[in-house]
């Protein structure tokens, strides 16, 4: 009797939940097993409550979620929109599409960095000092041959991004200065440089527009070709094939090469890879390298694509590009795919809530803009509350249950 | 003295997670003043049943009985209210409040409504002190007494609550020997006042020496219920097991060759910069392993991360095979072939969110065919495991299932095979059955001696006598830091306790 036992059914027995599986535990275990309905649900539900808000507003949030969706130019997928309408969409999506490409990049960077167990809050930074470096290149070396010239801007501006937020990955390896405090100091030492270099009297500031703070126009041969669109009217570039390439390459690295299974040791248990003989103090230097090198190139990408010449502004409004880039690695929860998709998604919020696309008889724009950080916000805090919504999501199954068990009670009684 | 009517009756409790029959049917029951201890592997199924018991889960199937009556719990607090105390295998304690504040946290005594009474909460602590005979200082902060004293407040603040029933889970595995023997004391006190009590355990030697009573889980069903007066170490784990278990190991003498090991004068500082290791010199041979015997914190942790290159030793030589590998690190330590079991397999041992096959290819990735030029081949990583998997009969997945999901006995041959796998010259095995059932200690144990045989050097840090005794061709005790006698294997437990606790060295000073 007791010798078919062991044999039989050996992993049954051995792999239950463990002794006490917990709340964490089990949450755990179900993410890592689906892994897509959280992010999902989490969207819906900060959907749903800035669709509260809206609805306190007194105006329709239904109404006023087609519109956005419509802003963002996704009506262009459906082959009923035509003529006029077609057209705005086509040229929403395109806008939506160069929106895209910095929140990827930037998306990627924050997530590369999480997977090394760092959290890299200098996407600012490092984008800025990509979009100095990106848009000198491209001034200089105007002789240059086109495609050179734009791989010459963009591999400068990565290495930009990367020499900036490897100074943090650098102070964290080495004395252990927590890379969240360095990163913000970072970006802040990025933001005044910058704003000096292109500024009043500033060394690449246009000298022939001395009373404006911008920087020379790039070189035309330094200009992504546009696939679709017009090129005058900011058209899609080419950098969106770039940022659905880094996107790839994000996957490869971390799957595929011994440097992207030592960043994900590290990132899990820095203790077992330090005693398996993986360099952690290394792997927090070159994560946060790399990381920096995604920011970095997401900079070049905008002032090649379709800005062409430096703004201080863009210096100081650069936050809520890489601030965006946090929530869309937050909610695409580190994976390439899933950042794929936040980045869609809040690109598709960002410009659908523009005040130039909002329709602004169904919801006023100048409103419109902080209903993306109060959904960007809520994304933010129902990542951080994922246990919340494991609860509601049984919470669900429980009441069919409760509903199912009232119709047997009253015989008992 | 003893009433036979059980004032706790579990009935047919079945309970299912999905793929998995954690309780099967389950009968159980607890007789006023008696301790019945309810044993089994690790995911027999033990704390599922007293997860039900205690109201967190709520079984599929069956019923529970409280002094005869029929009751159902929503919640923790509802079972509390019923009488029910559980002490958690890990503290429920908030360690910057006192003793007494952490007693009656929850039901505190009240004075106009709203304050805090503390002389009254004092009081009562002090009562419940008293009447269960505890010695807790109850002004003291949780994070400033021992481990066994937390333990006790545990047990207060169950019987501050009038638990009659109180639940253990696994109470002993935190302790260390003389605590232990000071809980059973406790408990026996507790028995006599008319508290029953489930002791939840995988060791056969606690149930034995406290039970009054045994239920063995299997598998999630009861395979018996025997008085403890009737039962043997080898009849227990044959049910545990489901087939006879050496609980001796089986070695052929030692045929010790070159040596492999060479420690010389070492010493090493801890995190805190104390000295923790005091020249302490040994050596270990080709076939043989040499046992180091010690209650914990007396540098056992320090020296072994210095031969493995985690800690830099202040002075003195570490030699393996010949090569001076004092100033390297672990990278440098495994490419000159030592092999290393960590105490804490969950810290240092795994990646638990990595996949099996990861975590066995945790050193082997960077180099063919694992790898080449900084490429990683997965399905190989897979490939890998099927293999290591196969011959260290690793269940409960396959390479992509995470090592987190396994039981404990599971996840340690995940790093033995690991360790093994490289063919190291040394092995350096720190506590390498901890928290695992009989079935995985014996397997362990063979590994370690069959890789003996093989020729290895093998070092074995345990903090388990028996484990050491059984285990070592030689014994060296670690006192405060220092060497303080070597034994040959039949030294006695008294002997070696003796040298353990300094008793040895005060002798050797006083001769």
């Given amino acids: 009797m007791t010798e078919q036992a062991p044999q039989a059914e050996p992993p049954k027995p051995e792999s239950p939940v463990p002794p006490d599986p917990g709340f964490a535990a089990r949450f755990a275990l179900w993410q890592r097993a689906g892994g897509i309905v959280t992010p999902v649900v989490t969207a819906v539900f900060a959907f749903l409550v800035a669709g509260l808000v809206v609805l306190a507003t007194g105006h329709d949030p239904l109404q006023t979620y087609r519109a956005i969706f419509n802003g963002a130019g996704l009506n262009w997928l459906f082959p009923w929109v035509h003529g006029v309408a077609r057209q705005t969409a086509a040229f929403n999506l395109q806008e939506t599409g160069l929106l895209f490409i910095p929140l990827a990049l930037t998306g990627l960077a924050v997530a590369f960095a999480f997977r090394c167990g760092l959290f890299n809050i200098g996407g600012q930074g490092q984008y800025i000092v990509g979009i100095v470096t990106g848009t000198q290149m491209g001034v200089w070396f105007a002789s240059l041959p ?28 080495t004395v252990g200065a927590h890379e969240v405090i360095s990163t913000i100091m970072l970006n802040w030492i990025a933001i005044w440089v910058g704003s000096y270099l292109i500024g009043f009297g500033g060394p690449f500031q246009d000298p022939s527009q001395p009373g404006v ?138 410009n659908g809530t523009a005040s130039r696309n909002l329709d602004p008889t169904v919801f006023p724009p100048e409103l419109a803009g902080n209903l993306t950080r109060i959904i960007q916000g809520l994304v933010v805090l129902f990542v951080g509350a994922d246990l919340l919504i494991l609860y509601l999501w049984n919470l669900r199954r429980k009441v069919k249950r409760r509903r199912a068990v009232p119709t047997a009670a009253p015989v008992a009684d | 003295m003893e009433d036979a009517t059980p004032v706790l009756e579990l009935r047919g409790i079945t309970k299912r997670f999905p793929g998995v029959l954690a309780n099967d049917s389950v009968d159980f029951d607890l007789r006023r003043g008696e301790i019945h201890a309810l044993l089994g592997e690790n995911g027999a199924g033990k704390s599922t049943l007293m997860n039900i018991l205690y109201g967190l889960y709520r079984p599929d199937e069956g019923e529970i009985l409280l002094g005869g009556r029929h009751v159902s719990f929503s919640s923790a607090k509802e079972a509390i209210e019923a009488g029910i105390g559980m002490v958690h295998q890990h503290f429920m304690l908030i360690p910057v409040m006192t003793v007494a504040e952490n007693i009656v946290l929850g039901h505190e005594p009240v004075r106009n409504g709203v304050f805090l009474d503390e002389s009254a909460a004092r009081r009562r602590v002090e009562e419940v002190a008293r009447t269960f005979k505890f010695t807790v200082n109850p002004d003291a902060r949780v994070e400033e007494i021992t481990v066994g004293q937390q333990q006790r407040v545990e047990i207060m603040k169950a019987l501050y609550r009038n638990a009659g029933i109180l639940i253990l889970d696994e109470p002993t595995a935190v302790l260390t020997p003389q605590e232990a023997s000071d809980l059973f004391e406790i408990l026996r006190t507790l028995r006599r006042e008319g508290i029953s009590i489930i002791f939840i355990s995988h060791k056969l030697n606690e149930a034995l020496e406290i039970a009054d009573r045994i ?135 795994l990646v638990l969110d990595f996949s099996i096959g990861e975590n066995l290819s945790l050193h082997a990735y960077r180099e063919p065919p694992e790898s080449r030029f900084g490429w990683l081949w997965p399905h190989r990583i897979v490939a890998r495991a099927r293999k290591l998997i196969l011959e260290f009969d690793i269940r409960g997945g396959g390479p992509q299932t995470l090592a987190g999901s396994l039981s404990g006995g599971n996840q340690q041959k995940v790093v033995v095979a690991r360790e093994i796998s490289t063919d190291p010259r040394v092995l350096v095995a720190a506590q390498p059955t901890r928290g695992l059932d009989v079935g995985a ?33 030689r014994i060296l005790v670690i006192y405060e830091g220092r060497l303080v006698g070597e034994y040959g294997p039949q030294a006695s437990e008294e002997e070696l306790g003796l040298a353990m606790t300094g008793g040895a060295s005060q002798a050797a000073v006083r001769a």
């Fill in chain 1, 146 to 173: 086109g495609p050179l010239h734009v791989a010459v801007a963009i591999v400068a501006a990565s290495i930009a991004g990367a020499v900036w937020s490897g100074i943090a990955g650098l102070l964290r390896a």
């Fill in chain 1, 213 to 350: 703070p911008v920087s020379r126009q790039i070189a035309p041969n330094a200009h992504l070709h546009v696939f679709w669109g017009n090129p005058l009217l900011q058209g899609l570039d080419i950098g969106f094939f770039i940022a659905l390439a880094m996107i790839v390459l994000y996957w490869i690295v971390l799957r595929r090469t011994t440097l992207g299974f030592e960043v994900r040791a590290v990132g899990l248990n820095p203790d077992a890879a330090r005693g398996a003989g993986i360099g952690v103090a290394r792997n927090y230097f070159v994560a946060m390298a790399i990381s920096g090198g995604f920011a970095g190139m997401a900079g070049a990408l905008d002032i090649l694509g379709w800005q062409f010449r430096l703004d201080v502004t863009t210096i100081t409004t650069a936050s809520q590009i890489a601030f965006t880039g946090i929530a869309v690695a937050l909610l695409g929860r580190n994976t390439a795919i899933g950042t794929f998709f936040a980045a869609v998604l809040f690109a598709g919020l960002v």
């Fill in chain 2, 215 to 349: 239920t063995v889980l299997r598998r999630g069903k009861v395979e018996e219920t025997v008085a403890a007066a009737d039962a043997t170490q080898q009849s227990l784990a044959r049910a545990m097991v489901g087939r006879d278990v050496l609980l001796r190991v089986e070695k052929r003498p030692p045929d010790p060759g070159e040596t492999l090991l060479a420690v010389e004068d070492l010493q090493v500082r801890d995190d805190r910069d104390l000295e923790t290791v005091h020249e302490m010199s040994f050596e270990v041979r080709a076939g043989e392993i040499v046992g180091i015997a010690g209650i914990d914190g007396n540098g056992q942790t320090e020296l072994i991360e210095a031969l493995v290159g985690l800690r830099r030793p202040t002075e003195g030589r570490i030699v393996v095979g010949g090569q001076d590998v004092t100033h390297d690190g672990p990278r440098d330590l495994i490419e000159a072939g030592v092999g290393h079991i960590p105490e804490d397999r969950h810290r240092r041992g």
């Fill in chain 2, 441 to 473: 200690i014996e397997y362990v144990h063979r590994r370690l001696v069959e890789e003996r045989d093989a020729g290895k050097a093998v070092l074995l840090i345990s903090l388990e006598l028996d484990e050491i005794r059984s285990l070592s061709d």
